[in-house]
């Protein structure tokens, strides 16, 4: 098998290109021209024309699964077949990543592959949570549904991340530019005091001996700073891949002031989510939490879930685990007993996942809110104590010589 490149039109006259495997070029025409393509250009695939892919450490982002979900779910709805809707995302896609394995898909399903096994191949694009939806929306007769669903899930999810990383975003930018502030004033300007104190003859003020012993230590022990910080980087990072650390951590990021409730809010939420996304597509309760389980970040929680998991395989109800635990809310174990004792556990649960994701919502603004005042104290006080420490000395001279 050889690979071509090619540049074609689509039935919609748009221009789409890619790579082809064929025995011959005549071959790769005819399969071209067999999915409905107009191909203007044509030739084996070399080191001058071989289409080059770049992508952020080879995975699809999340908005991007969000947005095939969606498509994906209007062509089937319009009565597109499954392999039609894989040939016009793969040419559609702005991802060329993504768009190539969706191709990848397409050719696979050609040769009478089922959808999820189809998709099984690419694990790094497609998470887990999808292709059990897919799965069970095969074997159900339900795939329109259950892509409409992890639609759903992924823009909710897609939008929580982007709260969060916005609430991040800005106090962390100012605390860089205040540590910048900080070694700018105590590399450039303050040594250019020191020199003019090192005339005066009088005593220094106790806040300047440590400003200018800071100086120093930074221009002329940065040898030690450097590799000690790099070192207590390393040793955070190895502790937090310990199944010590994974737990230590986990239980920080709970009980920080400002972080701990917005850490417990974002977690009921992707639990409720996910658990109802799969419940209500079809799949077993036990294995739903299995999968959800593996899709929580924080270690104390994916414990928890795996516990209540294996209760749930003995007979018992879920609300009982969720609430013994200590990690939820009392307000996600009453909507799972409720839910159980209706027979609607995953409208329940899609219940909880909107209160709660409007509630990471809120949280996130009132910690920006929070934050904006105590960036500007701290760097108030930074800067405010090396401009002391530099004006001191001159102040009680005048006052001397006054």
């Not at 397409?106 to 999808?130: C, E, I, R």
């Not at 339900?142 to 992890?150: D, G, K, N, V």
């Amino acid at each position: 098998m050889k690979n071509f490149v090619y540049t074609a039109l689509n039935k919609d006259g748009k221009k789409v290109k890619g790579t082809i495997s064929a025995e011959s070029i005549e071959s790769a025409r005819a399969t071209l021209r067999g999915q409905g393509l107009s191909v203007t250009k044509l030739a084996k695939e070399t080191i001058l024309n071989k289409e080059l892919e770049l992508s952020v450490g080879g995975s699809v982002k999340v908005r991007d699964l969000s947005v095939f979900c969606r498509q994906f779910q209007s062509l089937l709805g319009a009565g597109v077949t499954v392999i039609q809707a894989l040939e016009i995302l793969s040419s559609q896609t702005e991802n060329k990543a993504f768009a190539k394995t969706l191709r990848e898909c397409f050719h696979s399903m050609q040769k009478g592959s089922t959808l999820a096994d189809t998709l099984k191949k690419y694990p790094k694009v497609f998470p887990n949570l999808l292709l059990n939806m897919v799965e069970a929306g095969e074997a159900s007769g339900s795939l329109e549904t259950s892509f409409e669903r992890m639609a759903v899930y992924f823009e909710k999810n897609a939008r929580i991340k982007g709260l969060v990383k916005k609430a991040m975003i800005y106090p962390v930018m100012i605390l860089c530019v205040a540590f910048v502030v900080l070694i700018a004033m105590a590399v450039v300007v303050f040594p250019r005091f020191a020199k003019m104190f090192a005339d005066m003859d009088t005593e220094l003020p106790a806040i300047t001996k440590v400003v200018m012993a800071f100086s120093n230590f930074l221009i002329y022990r940065w040898y030690i700073l450097v590799p000690s910080v790099a070192a207590a980087v390393v040793l955070i990072v190895s502790f937090g891949r310990t199944e010590k650390g994974k737990i230590f951590f986990a239980k920080l990021s709970m009980k920080l002031p400002i972080f701990g409730k917005m850490t417990v809010k974002n977690a009921c939420a992707l639990f409720a989510r996910t658990l109802g996304t799969l419940v209500g597509a079809g799949v077993s309760l036990s294995e739903a939490l299995g999968i959800t389980a593996r899709s929580m970040n924080n270690k104390l929680f994916r414990e928890a879930l795996e516990s209540a998991r294996l209760e749930v395989i003995q007979g018992r109800s879920l609300n009982e685990p969720l609430r013994k635990c200590g990690l939820f809310p009392l307000m996600i174990p009453q909507m799972v007993r409720i839910g159980e004792e209706t027979g609607n556990i995953h409208g329940m649960l899609d219940k909880a996942a909107d209160y709660y994701e409007d509630e990471v919502e809120m949280t996130t603004g009132n910690l920006t809110a929070m934050m904006e005042p105590m960036i500007i104290v701290v760097m108030g006080v930074i800067v405010g104590t090396m401009v002391v420490a530099m004006y001191m000395p001159l102040i009680q001279m005048y006052g001397t010589m006054g």
